[in-house]
């Protein structure tokens, strides 16, 4: 059982109002009061334009939005000149190809993502090797599920120029050991891209001690906003970086002969911003610290563990990923598709996640179309597993 002391209240959360169990965070988490106040806050009372404005309230807000920015370095432990807002880590993964990976790699490189990657983190490379030639290279899991990093030093070779990973797998729960990635990618020569959607709530960053180049999530999964994520990358990195899209904000001075651009991470964020989305986010930044990272890891870990182990007292559940998975348990029920599974299981209020979840080529090697996934949030707690037991139970007695 779970120390119930250690949970935090469904109430700060209006989105789970109601005899209602939510096991979606790994999808999107739900947003407790505080970051909705921060938002409504900054759409209505305090809203107004960014860095441009010559009146008091746009240079408030000028204020608060940078604000964000260093509260967004201190929750990675990073420094701000290396936050590059985007609107989420799809964004931030695009904005890598498509400025470093068209300026530095050519036919002959090579990258190494692994089995288990989200689209976000293979299609942007698929892209990238359409127009450069490069090759990709696909880092088998153990056999529990997670990266192989025995595997990846096997396959390694001075060719590879990234090495582009989930720190949390969002379908397996499974945890990669980012430092020691970072040693096999730096040992050859090559940058190591973190995908850190599923670590960001559920792991304290710390960009100095994991040695990764570039680090990408979501704020949405982080009980924050939609429409805004952080790409992290060295300054160094960051600072030899072509620029992406062009237009206002992003530039030094524009004439029709000659364009100069800002310096970082300015120069990767053109167009107004999501101002009130970046406020947002610093909201849900504010709120994680406060209930604290530890606690996040372990009510996490606890919750796998516990559904785990109900689930392997049942002789007609298949489990997927390692029993040390954070916050995120796939499995399937013999002779039920996960689509009819989530269909009765959503009847009986309670909500999951069928298919692929983005992770296809990991759905074919686990060799399954689909794969129901619960998966927990801070606010999660053991009502929500019985439900869920309930649930599997009931659709055991439709399908017989
Ligand atoms: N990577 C992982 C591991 C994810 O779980 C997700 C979201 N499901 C993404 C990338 C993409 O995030 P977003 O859709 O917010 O850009």
Redesign the pocket.
Known sequence: TLDTAELVLKDQFPGLAGDWHYLDT???AQKPQAVIDATVAAMGRDYATVHRGVYARSADMTLAFEAARRRTAQFMNAHEDEIVFT???????NLVAQTWGVENLKAGDRILVSML?????IVPWQLLQARTGVAIDVCPLDAEGRIDLQAAERILTSAHKLVAL?????VLGSVLHVEHAARLAHAVGAKLLI????AAPRLALDMAAFGCDFY???A??LYGP?GI?VLWARKDILDGMPPWQGGGAMIDKVTFEKTTFAPAPQRFEAGTPNIVEAIGMAAAMDWLSGVGLDRAEKHERDLAVLLRSELRKRNDVTLFGPDDSLGIVSFALDGVHPHDLGTILDEEGVAIRAGH???QPLMEHLGVPATARASFGLYSDESDIDALLKGIERTRRIFG
């Open positions: 790994a999808a999107t609107r989420g880590a799809t964004e931030a993964i990657e989200h689209h976000s983190n989930a720190h949390v797998s969002n995908d850190g959607c599923q990408a999530f979501s949405h999964k939609t994520g979840h983005c992770a």
